[in-house]
């Protein structure tokens, strides 16, 4: 039963009434989200079930495919028969395990920094990271387009935050030049952007971070395991590790579980441990997910091939699709963005994908700024995978005219 207000004061649910566009899509057919998947294929989560039928999958972050690795699996497994299914408290009190100290421990080896911090999510990383590491008296520049747990953590942060026009240099180093010299200053960044798949001009922002005497933090979300010689992200791609001050990363990704981290210099990663609400005041990672975690880190450097296939798949489905005629945003990573821009046109396209077998993501403003598709690759999407996807995006490019 609806309750009824007093008369002359405003209704805090009216927004609530008022949002009508996700049923409004519903009535149309073309609604396209929160579709149910009922289980993984064994073949690195290139094939998954929704009910009985077998979908490609080319919509997910797990980019080396490593979530039905059977290792990955067995860690997992070994944890919750030794541990139970989670700590119930933070990681200051009950909540810490040899489990998390070790997988610490190996995420700054790897990333070659002093210290590590893992958190629950990757939201909560960012969140809980720059909302205590920038301050009152701080200035945080970050990129247009960063992700939502980015922009999150500085809002809560109280420090000062400016954003530059997205990977425009001229822009940031206009801000760098015009802010006060007794504010400490942090230049944040996606090292891939997630919808758009390009990557920050990390070479340029170091340059000028040295300049004008700023940190810099880049979130690698989409790029450890992705990007770098040994898989590190864009840091070690472009070649400026040692002047990205705070690097973050994701497990939900490249590393086939849930959580994040950063990793630093250890009196960075000491004092966050000891103030971020966001650490401090929630429970600690599940023992599975940091199992998992540890073990598709150790998969992820002893088999860099998977980091190899994973490149020649995103360049070939780039190639193919450019050749088509589809509109695509620049990048060199395995997120494709297919540009639409008409959003009824990009829920026609994504269920008429999935008709055929398909799944991708459709992403609407004011996620991204254009309307698209996003096709995310995998390391184990087999060539057949491959050509499914190409066959199907040219036979209904074509019907619904996006491309000639
Ligand atoms: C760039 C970026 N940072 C952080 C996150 C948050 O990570 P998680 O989904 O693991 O919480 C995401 C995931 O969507 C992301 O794309």
Not at 130 to 150: C, E, F
Not at 190 to 201: H, I, L, P, Q, R
């Amino acid at each position: 039963m609806q309750q009824k207000m007093e008369k002359g004061v405003r209704d805090i649910f009216e927004k609530a009434s008022a949002f009508t566009k996700a049923d409004e899509f519903r009535a149309a057919g073309l609604y396209p989200y929160f579709t149910e998947f009922t289980g993984a294929v064994d073949s690195g989560e290139a094939e998954v079930f929704m009910g009985d039928d077998r979908v490609l999958m080319f919509g997910s972050n797990n980019y080396l495919g490593l979530t039905t690795h059977p290792e990955v699996k067995a860690a997992a497994i070994e944890a919750i028969e030794k541990y139970g299914t989670g700590c119930s408290g933070s990681r200051m009190l009950n909540g810490t395990t040899d489990l998390h100290v070790r997988l610490e421990h190996e995420l700054a080896r790897f990333m070659k920094r002093e210290a590590a911090l893992a958190f629950g999510t990757g939201f909560q990383t960012n969140f809980g990271a720059l909302s205590t590491i920038a301050q009152k008296g701080d200035v945080i520049i970050a990129d247009r387009n960063i992700h939502a747990s980015i922009l999150d953590g500085c809002l809560a942060s109280f420090a000062k935050t400016t954003r530059f026009r997205h990977n425009d240099m001229d822009d940031l180093e206009k801000i760098l030049h015009s802010l006060p010299a007794d504010e400490g200053r942090l230049i944040v960044v996606d090292g891939v952007f997630s919808m758009e798949g390009d990557t920050a001009n990390l070479p340029e922002i170091v340059r000028l971070a040295r300049r004008y005497g700023a940190r810099v933090y880049v979130d690698e979300a989409h790029s450890m395991g992705v990007l770098g010689k040994e898989g590190r992200g864009t840091a070690e791609h472009f070649d400026v590790e040692s002047d990205v001050d705070i690097v973050m990363g994701t497990f939900s990704k490249s590393l086939a579980s849930i959580g994040g981290f950063i990793a630093a210099r250890r009196d960075v990663i000491e004092y966050t441990k000891h103030h971020s609400r966001a650490f401090v005041y929630s429970a600690s990672l599940a023992p599975a997910n940091a199992a998992a975690a540890l073990k598709a880190l150790e998969v992820m450097e002893r088999e860099p091939e998977l980091r190899i296939r994973l490149q020649q798949n995103g360049d070939e489905v780039r190639r193919e699709l450019s050749t088509m005629g589809f509109r695509l945003l620049n990048g060199e990573t395995p997120i494709i963005p297919v540009v639409i821009e008409d959003e009824a046109l990009v829920c026609r396209f994504f269920w008429d994908l999935l008709k055929e077998g398909i799944y991708t993501n459709p992403v609407l403003a004011p996620a991204v700024s254009h309307s698209l598709v996003r096709i995310s690759v995998m390391a184990t999407h087999a060539r057949d995978h491959i050509q499914q996807l190409l066959e199907s995006m040219r036979k209904i490019g074509k019907r619904l005219e996006i491309i000639n």
